[in-house]
């Protein structure tokens, strides 16, 4: 029976009394230590800080759980839990009583406790907030006779003796769940791989030496259990994972998937290493509960026998964390058919130490270096070391029946066929072949110093040498031939190198003329910034002024004018630094696209209201939008800065009274915008460089601007994926048509 499942048959809680015969006698009056008052202080003297100096403590708290048959019991207050041992052996506590104790602290094995315990029931409490901590840190006893919470999946399932059993994974450790008193015998089948939180008292598990090596839970009924989730009834329903491609299997999880392919080996400790469609796998096959008397109900798994190579099957089981194959663990199968057994495949030494094989059946041959007994437990074997190449690998048999190998000669060749084991180390991997049978390890031959990779090495330099001087003497006689060649070449190189240093001082030339050009826009950026907010700025500081001086003889009507023009003129200079900055964050990619739903009739209706009350009805602008038949798609703060900068240039540029025309249709997945004015037009030698940053054509006179409106609305449209194109006649008027795909999936453009 393994260890961990005994605690199944056992009676609860031998640590707790182990020490309490050794407890000192009471000290004489003038050496007693002061009064414990809550469990901490008494967790804090330590098991032997107990047992040396054994404190009085007066406790008031709550049961957790009570030993059915025994004075035992686990007490909790507001700070830990401990174990009680009641002075009055008929005392029969209960969990959720409200008691008070006073007795002595103890040293137990794994923690201090309270004995000779003198108990006063004063009613009921509720159980206490249960403490989540982690099962490693419980596993080594941190958390002895505490009220604790543990997630986990629920395993399997035992009824005996009143005691309802499960056996939980957590986070890849197992531990017991004992649930007392539980008198309905049930075994509810559908809890099997629920995930599931359990409450109870935390006892620690100890081998022979005392060494903890695991925990138990006990909960007091059955009501300290509360499902997460629930998972099919039958486990073998869910899609089967590749071995190969998904991730899930090489990290740790305490859910089950399954996996189906053709066995390998079957081991006789319960390992089944299989190979799938794309990759190998092991499982190590789940221990039920073990059966602690006849009366006990326990869920009936048929018997699996020894499973035979190539027997075709489907497995559950919970990945654990490893670097190659999968490694599967509390494990189930069933056999779908029966097959011919598998190939080994033929490894190399550097598929061994890629770890490609790991988990996978091989032959491999190799030099015997030893052959020496070792021992497992109670269990004796042969062990082979072998060498491939510069790796040194051990062979062992699958420790079964017969655990003996043949004798071989020292410095022999064999070719051996087995399950090869990979496993990862700081500075080098161990590789492991565990042989299934004896007669799978063969002898080929006696090993050569000839045959050994250190010759074959030597052999091997030896030929690159005389291949080297033969290629010397070749080379030799190639020279002056190739230096003939190479006059002719760098003849000609030089000619080459004339034309490239003429296209050099040619492409030097453009980019200086380029940045000429950029320093001129510059400058000109520069003088128009200045002069478009010396106005402004003119006009704030007059009217300023004279509020300053003259505002009581000012009428309100006068003032009002005054600070209407202080208004005006801000919102001018603010524009104009609006334009600069928002340049600024359409060249840095710091304007996103953002497409949404849109009604194209009522946006383009309300932008013609707005430029209409901001040019204080300069000119007449007439909005005529077609019927699109469908919903439009944009990007709403993008074309508003497109035609705002549009329709603003085509009033700002038209004689008052002149009307603009703004016009919407659909063409295909597209929407087709059109601004058209009767204004001063754009010279033809300036129409390439209208979108450049900074350009004003000539003939603006002194109309203000920046230069950057239309720069702005060239990047909008770009980053909608559409474009922009404009006729214009000097004198006569312009056109700008917008070509956007507002009626499709847009991809946002990189600008």
């Known amino acids: 029976m393994p260890w961990c499942h005994r605690v199944c048959a056992r009676p609860l809680l031998f640590a707790g009394a182990v020490f309490i015969l050794a407890s000192p006698p009471p000290r004489a009056i003038a050496d007693v230590p002061p009064l414990l008052t809550n469990v901490q202080q008494v967790l804090d003297l330590g098991a032997e800080g107990a047992r040396r100096s054994p404190h009085t403590a007066r406790l008031r708290g709550v049961v957790t759980f009570a030993v059915e048959g025994s004075a035992l019991a686990y007490f909790q207050d507001a700070t830990a839990g401990i174990q009680v041992t009641c002075s009055n052996a008929a005392t029969l506590l209960i969990p959720g009583e409200l008691v008070e104790l006073e007795g002595r602290a103890g040293g137990a094995l794994m923690a201090p406790t309270l004995i000779d315990a003198r108990v006063r029931v004063l009613g009921t409490a509720p159980m206490p907030e249960p403490r989540r901590v982690p099962v490693t840190r419980l596993a080594t006893g941190d958390a002895y006779g505490q009220w604790v919470a543990i997630e986990g999946v629920v395993r399997d399932i035992a009824w005996n003796a009143g005691k309802r059993i499960l056996f939980i994974s957590s986070g890849g450790l197992r531990f017991h769940t004992v649930m007392q008193p539980c008198a309905d015998s049930a075994l509810p089948t559908n809890w099997i791989d629920a995930r599931v939180e359990v409450r109870g008292v935390c006892s620690t598990d100890v081998n022979r030496e005392n060494r903890p090596v695991g925990f138990t839970l006990y909960a007091p009924g059955t009501n300290d259990i509360t499902f997460l989730s629930l998972k099919s009834a039958d486990p073998f329903s869910q899609p089967a994972l590749s071995v190969k491609s998904d991730r899930r299997l090489r990290h740790q999880s305490d859910d089950r998937v399954k996996v189906a392919g053709a066995v390998l080996f079957h081991s006789a400790d319960g390992t089944v290493y299989l190979r799938t469609d794309n990759g190998p796998a092991e499982a190590r096959l789940l221990v039920p509960l073990a059966r602690a008397g006849p009366k006990g109900r326990y869920i009936d798994r048929q018997a699996l026998p020894r499973l035979a190579p190539g027997t075709q099957v489907e497995l559950v089981g919970a990945p654990t964390d490893t670097a190659f194959a999968p490694v599967l663990r509390d494990a189930e199968l069933r056999v779908v058919r029966t097959g011919p057994p598998l190939a080994a ?69 064999v070719e051996a ?87 050099a001082e040619a492409d030097l030339a453009r980019a200086l003329d380029a940045e000429k050009e950029l320093s001129r826009l510059k400058s000109r950026f520069v003088s128009i910034v200045s002069h478009e907010f010396r106005t402004p700025l003119g006009i704030i500081m007059s009217s300023a002024d004279i509020l300053r001086k003259y505002t009581d003889r000012l009428a309100p009507e006068r003032r009002a004018e ?57 000119c007449p602008i007439v909005v005529q939008v077609a019927d699109f038949g469908g919903q439009a798609r944009g990007d709403e703060a993008l074309l508003r800065h ?46 390439a460089r209208l979108f450049t940053a900074f350009h004003r054509c000539a003939n603006v006179g002194e109309v203000p601007g920046t230069g950057l409106g239309l720069l702005i609305v060239k990047r909008c449209v770009e980053l909608h994926g559409g474009s922009i194109t404009f006729e214009s006649q000097e004198g006569a008027g312009t056109t700008f048509t917008v070509r956007l795909p507002l009626f499709r999936t847009v991809e946002p453009a990189q600008v």
């Open 345 to 413: 495949v033929a490894a190399s030494e550097a598929g061994l130490l890629s770890g490609e094989h790991d988990r996978d059946l091989v032959t491999v041959k190799a030099r015997l270096l030893t052959q020496a007994p070792r021992e497992s437990g109670a269990a004796r074997y042969d062990a082979l070391v072998l060498q491939i190449g510069d790796t040194i690998l051990e062979a062992m048999p699958a420790l079964g029946p017969s655990n003996s190998l043949p004798v071989l000669p020292q410095d022999c060749y």
């Open 562 to 618: 005054h600070l209407q023009e202080i208004h005006d003129a801000t919102r001018h200079m603010a524009g104009m630094m609006e334009q600069a900055l928002l340049l600024g964050r359409v060249e840095s990619g710091g304007l996103a696209f953002t497409p949404a739903q849109l009604d194209l009739q009522s946006f383009c209706e309300k932008l013609a209201d707005e430029q209409r009350s901001a040019s204080h009805a300069r």
């Open 642 to 687: 497109i035609f705002s900068n549009l329709l603003s240039n085509a009033v700002k540029y038209s004689p008052k009274g002149s009307t603009v025309i703004f016009s919407v249709e659909r063409a295909d997945h597209d929407a087709v915008f059109v601004v058209r004015d009767r204004g001063i037009g754009i010279p033809a030698a300036e129409g």
């Open 417 to 503: 066929v087995g399950v090869c084991l990979v496993q990862p180390g700081e500075f080098k991997r161990s590789i492991r072949l565990l042989l299934r049978d004896p007669p799978e390890l063969r002898l080929v031959g006696q090993w050569s110093a000839w045959r050994s990779p250190e010759a074959a090495k030597i052999a091997g330099v030896a030929a690159a040498l005389g291949l080297a001087a033969v290629g010397w003497i070749w080379s030799l006689r190639r020279r002056v031939t190739k230096g003939t060649v190479e006059l002719a070449l760098t003849n000609r190189s030089l000619r080459g190198e004339v034309e490239e240093r003429k296209r």
